[in-house]
């Protein structure tokens, strides 16, 4: 923004010198610019702040410029916004410490809020210590009174500076016109007011960031705002200080304050305070003497000195005789005390002892206690308890004692205690296994017990209790006793209720799964089918049972006594079939076997082997059109071999044979054992032979 509106002017005018306010010197070299205060006066009575503007008033904005840097600023520029206004001033010169004070006015109010910024320095041409404190805002409300505002061209809104040394006036541009005004004809002056700061009886107070020792005097503008602390501790010469206690108007110690209209006095009430000291005389020992204190006035020391001072061997003490009376204290005092030292004898015990109990009387305890004088030597101190009494529970005090041939007694003690630290002993039973009683499982009744060092018997818990019914399966039992020390044990044994597990094992011993097993009581019942361990499992009450499991079609029944023994197992016969000709070669043919009707054996061929119960089963086997049964019992042989006959026609003229049909025959060939028909091709007529292993068959 570079320009204002056409119907206000803006001309910057500069005050300086209206009042010299001690301010904060920053660290550094460099100045350090900042807006302080922004208020606003009357037009027509210059110099009176007003904290209430009504519409179409005649008013003035006011602000304070500090330089509270190090260096002179020179060449610095104001700029000053009013609502959508805005002007420039500058540019001028500020010393360190040095407060100007500028205004914009006169300015004709209209209803609402309006907000005015005042940037000093805007362009950051000067160097400053702090480049973030140029600015500030100050929004104010006009009454909803309606009124006009008229143009400024006859009568030039004014922001203007002023010094009283030389004049340096400003220009702000309008649509129209540029002014510029004189220090002698523009000037207008804010009111001042004398404001006192003391310290009672003395102290230090630090105003606006500078430090003052004595009564201060300063000029302010009525409505400024300032900052005022009282140091506390305030050193006022050896052995004195002064304590802040209040500001005689009340206020906190450090305080921001606005400057009343008429002369005010800020009084910091300060407590004197004297130092203590402590000393001593006549105990060679060392003396841990109170701290140095500060007393108020009149006031009484804290510190007290030690009435017995004991030597780290406990061979010398040194007793308090007379001291310094603690008060009252009016000036820097040192208060004194006199001893007296003495030597005794020392008595050397034991540390505390804890031990734990051997019995339910307690422990017996031994232990050395000693004593010796710097004039005797040493001494036999006596102690009671004496060492080697039973102690019982509990802790016990042994106090010990000595007086050495001039008198001088001395005494010592330490505590014996003895505990209760060992827990019960239990004693449970070994594992139990229990056949079961019911479908449910067992009832299972146990012994346990436990004993301790010093209760002797005492209660024992078991979870599941003695007596329990204990499902089917293993139960851990846990018990435990407390005694009434607290300590505890712990322990657990476990309870097996077994179930009857049926198994059938291959010839090999691995599990074979899919076999369905059943049982009788009063009728065959389902157990269940074995899995790929090869097991079923079941809860049976003990006795006497008939196990049936049922496998490859076969059947195969078991009586056992599962109280005595729960486990029943089957096992399969690995059975082979083979078909071998008359001279001992294996042939191939198809397999079959008879378990509630015929069943392929194995892969269906004399090549195979198939595990199946240990039974009598008819075995068949088919080989050249015809077929052979053979029954046998598995359990005491499992190899079924079926044999062939050699056949030769002596004519050479056998051309075929029947067997379910004509079959082609060939010279010396194997066949099954039985009755056949041949065909032969000289006229000879059809004719049946019966074959029978282990001779050669000779047919025409």
Request: with cysteine.
């Given at each position: 923004?570079n320009s204002?509106?056409p119907?206000l002017?803006?001309l ?14 920053h660290a550094g070299s ?22 209430q503007v ?13 330089n509270i840097g ?7 520029y104001?700029?000053v916004?009013?609502?959508s206004?805005?002007?420039r001033g500058g540019?001028?010169n500020?010393?360190?410490g040095?407060v100007?004070t500028?205004y914009v006015?006169p ?12 940037v000093v320095?805007?362009d950051n ?5 702090n480049?973030t404190n140029n ?9 909803a009174?309606t009124?006009?505002t ?5 009568s030039?809104?004014?922001l203007?500076t ?9 220009t ?7 002014t ?7 000037t207008?002056?804010?009111p ?8 009672n009886p003395s102290g230090?107070?630090?105003?606006d960031?500078?430090?003052y020792t ?8 009525p409505?400024?705002s300032h900052t005022?602390?009282?140091d506390?501790p305030v050193?006022?010469?050896?052995g004195?200080?002064?304590?802040w206690?209040?500001w005689a108007?009340g206020g906190d110690?450090s ?10 006095t800020y009084t910091?009430n ?5 130092q203590?000291?402590y000393s001593?005389?006549?105990c ?7 701290a140095?204190?500060?007393v108020n006035?009149?006031g009484s020391?804290?510190?007290v000195f030690?009435?017995?001072?004991i030597?780290?061997d406990?061979k ?5 005789q007379?001291?310094s009376?603690?008060?009252?204290i009016n000036?820097?005092t040192?208060?004194?005390a ?6 005794s ?13 051997t019995?339910?009387n307690?422990?017996v ?7 010796s004088?710097l004039v ?7 102690c009671?308890?004496s060492?080697g009494?039973?102690?019982?529970l ?6 010990c ?6 008198g001088?007694?001395?005494s ?6 003895v505990?209760d630290r ?5 004693q449970?039973?070994?594992?139990i296994t ?11 009744k146990f012994s ?8 002797g018997?005492?209660t024992?818990?078991?979870t599941?209790a003695?007596g329990?019914?204990f499902?089917f ?6 018990c ?6 607290g300590?505890s044990?712990?322990g657990?044994?476990?309870v097996t ?6 198994t ?13 097993v ?14 790929s ?5 079941m809860g049976?009450t003990?006795?006497?049972?008939n196990?049936?499991?049922?496998w490859a ?7 056992q006594?599962?109280g005595?023994?729960?486990?029943v197992v ?5 059975v ?8 001992n070669v294996?042939?191939s043919g198809?397999?079959?076997?008879y378990?509630g009707?015929?069943?392929?054996f194995?892969?269906?061929t ?13 075995f068949?086997?088919?080989?050249a059109?015809?077929s052979?049964?053979?029954?046998q019992n598995?359990?005491t042989?499992?190899n ?8 030769h026609?002596?004519s ?12 082609t025959?060939t010279?010396?060939?194997q066949?099954l054992?039985?009755?056949y ?10 004719t049946?032979y019966?074959l ?8 025409h």
């Open positions: 923004m204002i509106l119907r002017a803006l910057l005018i500069l005050v300086i010198g209206l009042a010299n306010l001690p301010v904060t010197v460099s100045s350090d610019l900042t807006v302080d205060s922004i208020w606003l006066e009357d037009a027509s009575q210059i110099g009176q702040p007003i904290s009504s519409p179409g008033q005649s008013f003035n904005i006011i602000a304070t410029i500090k190090q260096e002179t600023a020179s060449g610095y104001l700029d916004y009013y609502d206004d805005y002007g540019p001028d500020i010393a360190p040095e100007q500028w006015g300015l004709t109010a209209q209803a609402g809020t309006h907000t005015t910024k005042w320095d805007p041409q000067i160097v400053e210590l480049e600015e500030k805002d100050y929004t104010f409300t006009i009454g009174q009124t006009t008229t143009s400024t061209s006859s030039t809104t004014i203007t002023q010094t009283t040394q030389t004049s340096t006036t400003a702000s541009t309008s649509t129209s016109t540029t510029t005004t004189s220090s002698t004809s523009t207008s002056s804010p001042t007011v004398s404001i006192t700061l003391t310290a230090s107070i630090v105003v960031g500078a430090t004595s009564q201060q005097t300063f000029t302010w503008i409505g400024s005022i602390t009282a506390s050193p006022g010469g050896s004195t200080e002064y304590v206690v209040s108007d110690q305080r921001t304050v606005t400057t009343p209209s008429s002369p005010t910091a300060y407590q004197t305070q004297y203590v000291t001593q005389t006549g060679s020992l060392t003396v841990s003497m109170p140095t204190e500060w006035a009149g020391a804290v510190g030690p009435s017995t001072i030597s780290g406990g010398a003490q040194c007793l308090l007379n001291a009376p603690p008060g009252p000036a820097p040192a208060l004194t006199t001893y007296k030292t003495l030597y004898p020392v008595v050397t015990v034991p540390a505390d002892i804890t031990v734990n109990a019995g339910p307690g422990a305890v031994t232990y050395t206690a000693s004593a004088d005797d030597g040493p001494l036999a101190p006596t009671t308890p060492s009494s039973t102690f019982a509990g802790s016990t005090t042994v106090s004692s000595v007086t050495d041939k001039a001088n007694t001395a010592a003690s330490f505590k014996v205690t505990v060992t827990p019960p002993k239990l449970l039973p070994a594992d229990a056949p079961a009683t019911s479908s449910k499982g067992a009832v299972v346990a017990s436990a004993t301790d060092l010093v209760d018997s005492v024992v818990t078991c599941p003695s329990s019914t499902p399966g293993t139960t851990t039992v846990s435990s006793a407390k005694d009434k020390a300590n044990a712990s657990s044994f476990k209720v077994p179930m009857v597990t049926v059938l094992l291959a010839s090999n011993g691995s599990g074979r799964s899919g076999a369905v059943q049982y009788y009581s009063g009728s065959w019942k389902a157990f269940g089918t074995t899995g361990d090869g097991t079923a499992k049976l003990s006795g006497t049972y196990f049936q499991i049922s079609g076969a059947t195969q029944q078991k009586s006594n599962v005595t023994n729960p486990n089957f096992q399969t016969t690995l082979t079939v083979k078909l071998v000709s008359s001279t294996q042939l198809s397999a079959q076997y378990a009707g015929w069943k392929k194995g892969g269906g004399t090549t195979t082997t198939m595990e199946l119960l240990p039974l009598t089963y008819t068949q086997v088919s080989y059109g015809a052979q049964q053979i029954s598995t359990a042989n499992p079924v071999i079926f044999r062939t006959v050699q056949v026609s002596d050479g003229k056998c051309t075929s044979y029947y067997a379910g049909g004509w079959k025959f010279q010396d060939m066949l054992p039985g009755t028909t041949f065909r032969f091709s000289d006229k000879t007529r059809d049946s019966t029978v292993v282990g001779v050669v068959k000779h047919i």
